[in-house]
């Protein structure tokens, strides 16, 4: 017990092949003033940064289908198309469900959620940062210490001047980004060379959403997932709709509006979704 009364917490010197996070933070704090609320806080933090980014993003590309209902067989059929290719394997409960490395297969479903992603995005900036020294930009202006700053993740993703966005770099089908194309990701690795680029999880300068570089977020990957698995089951098992719109005719006005508090932007925790489970 150390003298203001907080007991010390004792890491455990062995590797931990899992990763768990609490092993992680106890391998690079100092151990002598660490205590088992820092932990604690830290992982809390950790999961609420998790869990409300991946359900919003969830929840905006949820929207996005509803309004635009035309995207929703060419996905289904994407998904079909990749099971019948490659099988499914069936859980302990006898349910099946979709191979793991399957998931790569799926670019139209990957790239609706990138498109998703960049017009409804958590935040108008992205990347806050302190400078923690003076620094100097290239036209010779210089941010004193301490100074807070951000990058215009909203003004990236809308200029047709960002390269991904500019008719150059796009097939002849290019939608400006001002409009919402749900397969403008997977047209562009339609093309020779960029195969492998544009993946919702890929981060770049023209595309910030999960930051970039040493700081770009490390959990994008299994979020990528988890919001693949949620969307794949409902357009497999579940017809969903605006409530009310029994024609199913969606309607880019009658998406419910995002709500939005300085930078942050959040889907409209209010609206009503109607589900049905498909007939298959």
């Known amino acids: 017990m150390e003298k203001n009364g907080k007991e010390k917490v004792i890491s455990d010197d062995g590797e931990d092949e ?15 003033t660490i205590t088992e609320t820092d932990l604690a806080n830290y992982q809390m933090t950790l999961s609420f940064a998790a869990i409300h980014t991946t359900t919003m993003t969830t929840c905006q590309a949820i929207y996005d289908l509803i309004s635009r209902p035309e995207y929703i067989q060419p996905l289904r059929d994407e998904i079909e198309q990749v099971i019948a290719e490659d099988g499914h394997d069936v859980d302990g409960d006898g349910f099946l469900k979709l191979k793991k490395p399957s998931l790569t297969k799926l670019r139209k479903l990957d790239s609706f959620l990138k498109e998703s992603q960049r017009v409804n995005g958590a935040a108008l900036v992205n990347m806050a940062r302190v400078c923690t020294s003076p620094l100097t930009l290239s036209n010779g202006f210089t941010l004193p210490t301490g100074t807070r700053f951000a990058f215009n993740s909203h003004a990236v993703d ?4 960002t390269e991904t966005f500019s008719p150059d770099y796009n097939p002849s089908s290019y939608k400006p980004p001002s409009e ?16 492998n680029r544009h993946q919702f999880v890929t981060t770049s300068p023209d595309s910030i959403s999960f930051g970039h570089g040493n700081h770009a977020c490390p959990g ?39 709500y939005e508090q300085q930078f942050n932007i959040m889907p409209n925790m209010e609206a009503e979704v109607e589900f049905r489970r498909r007939k298959i």
């Open 180 to 195: 919402f194309d749900g397969f403008r990701f997977s047209n562009l690795r339609s093309m020779p060379g960029k195969e």
């Open 220 to 258: 994008r990957f299994f979020a990528s997932n988890e919001i693949k698995v949620v969307l794949i089951e409902l357009l497999r098992s579940w017809d969903i709709r605006l409530k009310g719109d029994v024609e199913q005719k969606g309607g880019i006005d009658k998406r419910p509006k995002n």
């Open 18 to 32: 899992q990763g768990v996070f609490i092993s992680w933070l106890l391998k690079r704090l100092d151990n002598s």
């Open 158 to 161: 809308f200029s047709p001047e």
